[in-house]
């Protein structure tokens, strides 16, 4: 994308059906001696006035480049022999501006044609949802209305909700929204595959059926990331990875990074000891209650620390991974007494929140990085081998 169409993008009424062509221009760069007056006229007549200049140009806030079906080679059979026809899939970028937003596609001729457009507020978060897979007991409720574009809004379509907490599809095809989902807190951001939509809010993660919107399963115990990503995830082609707020060993799968704050081996037997001399502490109260008699050596401060320590602080640098399809519905709830149905891994990852991650094409290996940014983390999922008969 060249310079002039990322700086003076006009500012003009919503589009939804885009329609812009901008060609490509040669870049120029500023001579020394030119970027010193330029500096000058910038600088020196704010500097008398006391007044900021006013800005003619739109101001970028996020910029993304984007896969759809558009530009997926699986998808578009004239993309699948590209070395032998000499034609490539065209690049899609979204551009975020503080009052809207634009969806370019850039083919490898360089002439951006603009594809989507609208000016109604700031946007957080905007995604191009791909076709989704479906079977013979699943059909597509929004297949005239496809491609759709979900964008998550300062102000909701019903304009009475709070700002951010709602996600509207729009029909790139017709240009008309087809669909609202509300919440009740901000939203932070959108992922999508061909399976579903999940929406990232703070701590919490909703995650909706692609062919009919319908909510399909959430997460509520996602850990606090201080930022800039209020909780990170990271959405594959089949499997979602996100932070735990704690570590549950039940389900602690191998591998994984032990800091200094995770307990080892022989910790955690005697961890498992002194939970135990609790419980039987705890048994030995309530034969007391019923009896009346308290047994010599146990105190009401014994028992109301051991009630306080039921509570176990939130763990940072926990990575959860859930398969998507086998998941069920409802509630994903990782503890002691919940099942393993869904959960692919559960492991430690870092010693400080983790604040970015993301899988790789084949979806097997995931790389997580905390909010110090000192620590990159590859975890790869290994193929189980079949037993020989």
Not at 48 to 67: A, C, D, H, M, Q
Not at 228 to 236: F, R
Not at 355 to 379: I, K
């Amino acid at each position: 994308m060249n310079e002039a169409m990322a700086t003076d993008s006009p500012r003009r009424p919503s589009r939804c059906t885009g329609g812009v062509v901008v060609r490509p221009q040669a870049v120029t760069e500023q001579s020394y001696m030119e970027s010193v007056v330029t500096f000058l006229q910038d600088v020196v007549p704010q500097a008398y006035s006391g007044t900021p200049l006013t800005e003619e140009k739109e101001k970028i806030v996020w910029v993304r480049f984007e896969n759809a079906d558009l530009n997926d080679t699986s998808r578009n059979l004239e993309f699948h022999e590209i070395h032998s026809t000499g034609s490539e899939p065209p690049l899609l970028i979204m551009i975020g501006y503080s009052d809207g937003m634009q969806v370019w596609s850039i083919p490898i001729s360089g002439e951006a044609q603009e594809l989507f457009s609208v000016r109604h507020g700031p946007i957080r978060a905007a995604r191009i949802l791909p076709a989704p897979q479906f079977g013979a007991q699943k059909c597509d409720n929004f297949a005239e209305k496809r491609p759709l574009l979900g964008v998550c809004k300062s102000i909701g379509s019903s304009g009475t909700s709070p700002p951010y907490c709602c996600v509207d599809l729009y029909s790139l095809r017709t240009g008309e929204m087809v669909k609202s989902i509300q919440f009740k807190t901000p939203i932070y951001d959108l992922h999508c595959n061909k399976r579903i939509l999940v929406v990232v809010l703070q701590e919490k993660i909703a995650a909706f059926d692609s062919c009919t919107f319908t909510k399909k399963f959430f997460v509520t115990s996602c850990y606090p990331c201080p930022g800039p990503n209020m909780n990170p995830i990271a959405l594959g082609s089949r499997w979602l990875a996100y932070a735990e707020n704690k570590l549950i060993r039940c389900h602690q799968s191998r591998g994984g990074a032990c800091g200094d704050n995770i307990q080892s081996y022989t910790a955690t037997v005697i961890s498992a000891a002194k939970t135990l001399k609790s419980g039987l502490t705890m048994v030995g109260k309530v034969v007391t209650q019923l009896t009346g008699t308290l047994p010599s050596g146990v105190t009401e401060d014994d028992v109301a620390i051991h009630s306080n320590s039921r509570r176990s602080p939130l763990v940072p640098g926990i990575i959860t991974v859930i398969d998507t399809e086998t998941v069920g519905e409802g509630q994903v709830l990782v503890s002691e007494d919940s099942d393993s149905d869904g959960i692919v891994a559960h492991f430690p990852a870092h010693e400080k929140p983790v604040c970015c991650m993301a899988f790789n094409t084949s979806g097997m290996l995931l790389v997580t990085t905390d909010t110090l940014g000192h620590d990159f983390h590859d975890f790869q999922k290994k193929k189980k081998k079949k037993k020989k008969k």
